[in-house]
């Protein structure tokens, strides 16, 4: 390749590129609304098809999530409190949630629903307006169940 088709490629490069780019091509980036991370930092409504409904408070820092819910159950010959602690990511509209930390206020009570929350995996997605998550939770690889989220603030 001589130096003058070098120089005439350089040329046409600077001037075809940035013109390609704003006509949105390919090779454009995309816009910064595309790069936005959903903020799902609050406190949400879970229900469940077992019929229980109870809260859980998400904390956000970028895509990482950290949650914690608190839920009273009737469990043998009375309440007991399980507390239920999960780490997660949040990536576009889809939400990952799993148990990091589970436990109840009561030693050795026979119960079945803490054992549903000790290796929690939620796999949802966020609704357009961002006020619902819902998709299927389990304990791989027992069946999975349905979760519903939504915002209350």
């Known amino acids: 390749m001589s130096i ?6 350089a040329l046409v490069m600077t001037i075809v590129t940035p013109a390609a780019r704003a ?11 595309a790069l ?13 098809p077992l019929g229980h409904t109870f809260y859980m408070s998400i ?3 970028g895509e990482e999530l950290r ?11 009375g309440q007991v409190t399980l507390t239920t602690k999960l780490g997660g990511i949040v990536r576009d509209h889809d939400v990952q949630l799993r148990t990091t930390e589970s436990g109840t206020d009561r030693i050795g009570t026979l119960c079945y629903e803490p054992d549903q929350m000790a290796d929690v995996h939620f796999v949802g997605k966020l ?7 819902r998709g299927p939770y389990g304990n791989p690889p027992r069946v999975m169940y349905v979760w519903t989220l939504k915002r209350v603030k």
Do not use: F, Y
């Open 36 to 48: 936005a991370v959903p903020n799902l930092a609050g406190r949400w409504q879970v229900s469940s």
């Open 67 to 77: 949650a914690s819910a608190v839920q009273m159950l009737m469990c043998g010959q």
């Open 127 to 133: 609704s357009e307006d961002g006020k619902m998550i």
């Open 59 to 61: 904390e956000q820092h």
């Open 4 to 9: 003058r088709t070098l120089a005439v490629t």
């Open 23 to 33: 006509q949105g091509t390919p090779s454009s980036s995309p816009p910064d609304s």
